[in-house]
């Protein structure tokens, strides 16, 4: 065990140790039933009908606590008469109105940007209770929304905290004049406190042109008059005096209080009852993270909070989606949560850096030995962890990190980890497959319609009988370096599509230095991607019907056409290049890709080729059955045969 393990497991036995009094709890749990029957009165199998249940948690927390110590400005921020640290958060349930119906389990969502709902068909038909605790504190209060309402930070005195603050702009349209809105409320309405600067690429050259003016609108909105010479994605950094940094990190001690509550408690000081108490407290919990959620979940483990103050483990699995090496920029002084890196966008925020994966490493590049894992394994408190991406993590999130080190060469994970690589799909996945026409938007290429939706579900469900009943997932099927799988982007056998540009462009990482503004960067780590077949789509991975038996090439990547930054990478969006319908237009455009006259000898050889694909992935527990049959009732509408 690393020394810091060592140090880090005896800091967790000494604050296990009574000390005089509760070192956090949640001080009061009001949620009332908002709308029962809820989902407009649906059934979903023997479990029936669902009510929504929405209210407020009051909590606090000790800064005293060692599992405390790194929230940043928790020592900071203002203190009630004993000595705690308060916060309030949003609270939404949805849970079966007849609760023996219940299956004791807690499947939580982590809220992306505040967004509320539900969950799949498929698993309210299991029984869940589907619950989603405000963690981010950035976002402004709604009455439909999820959010974390936390403290902002002062000095001793009272007075404000300020610092430097970075803001980046891309408008993507062609406007002249934008209104940005600032994170932070400026310090000060002094223009010379402040810089703007403009470039056309992360790798540009920042620029004041002589035309571009911009002023303070109020103390958290500017307006910028944006110069000729550039285009609807050129690059605009701000970068500002702020003041009233709000304790950010304290959102995830408000996702680990309240579901330690919801699984541990049975009525909260004030006398409210654990919505989920009756008849019984619930058995199993997990955790469900998509994109920035997903970069959240990770990050909330890695920070220790899957321990709660009792010692206590919170979630016992979690399913980071969409994520790729990623953690977020929450805990920081002025952090933004909402950022998401990439080629293109964002790239210079923190909450990117080493470690990236789930086994404890040396970082040959930093110096540094650590791993997502390491305080979990110190307190006990570690869950099970199935990690899914797509393609488009490769090309934008680094997913290829998960799964080797930072040089580029393979590992092995911990046995309470699977990961999955969802071959072909952009960044959450399209609308499905013969479904509706993709579009294009600032893109070169179609957008990739193809779904990941019903595989997440079903590894969501695989997760639950992992830590619910003992029975192992699915096998890891992730592109590696020993299986060929991952390569560098210059290495991808792609074809030569007409009218198609493959370029190599991926996310690059160095190692930063977020101490400076802008930061500084590095030396580089090495990043790799996905290799593909003769038709341009990804070889490994889990590999939908919809590609396994396709009817174009699925990228996980796209670029900006002419306009918006031509030729940088489309933000998560991936592309969709038709095959050519028949032998003699293939010829015509001289696609080196077979027709579908070719591949397919009727609609009906399509259908049955894609319902075999479909059956195995349901047998592997990687589909499931009702999915599979959508998937092959879509395929016999498609309007890509007419007729056998």
Known sequence: MPEHSR??????????MPVGGALGQITEFDVTVVESPALDGKRFGKVGQYERLRGIVIGEVNPSDPRHHDIVNLSRAPRNPAGQVEYRTTVEIYRPINMERWNRAIYHIVSNRGGAGAAETSLLERGFAFVRIGWQGDLTPTSQNIVAMLPVATEA?????????????IFNDLEHQSHPILTYPAASLNPDDATLTVRATQGSQRATPEDMHWKFVSPTEIE?????????????EFIYNAKDPIVLGLGFAAMRDAISFLRYEKVDPKGHRNPLAAPYLANTVISLGRSQSGRALRDFVYQGFNEDVSGRIVFDGIHPNIAGSRKTFTNYQFGQPGRWQKQHEDHLYPGDQFPFTYATLTDPVSGQTDGLLERCLASNTCPNVIHSDGEAELWQARASLIVT?????HIELPSNVRVYLLAGTQHGGGPGVHTRQPSQGICQNLSNPLAMGQTRVALSLALYEWVQDGIPPPPSSFPTVSNGGLVAATAVNFPDIPAVTYSASYNPLFLTDHTTVPPTRGNSYTVLVGQTDSDGNMLTGVRHPNLAVPIGTYTGWNLRRAGYASGAQCGGTGSFMPFPETEKAR??????RPSLETRYSSKSDYVAKLSQTANELVVQRLLLK?????????????????QD
């Open 7 to 16: 140090l880090l497991l005896l800091v967790t036995i000494v604050a296990a």
């Open 157 to 169: 005195d009272g007075s404000p905290i300020t610092g430097t603050a970075l803001e980046e702009f």
């Open 224 to 236: 910028i008059t944006r110069p000729t010479t550039f285009d609807g994605g050129a690059i605009y």
């Open 405 to 409: 080190d930072p040089v580029g060469r």
């Open 587 to 592: 010829q015509a455009s001289g696609d080196p």
């Open 626 to 642: 009702s999915d599979a049959e959508d998937i092959i009732e879509r395929a016999r509408r498609s309007r890509h045969w007419t």
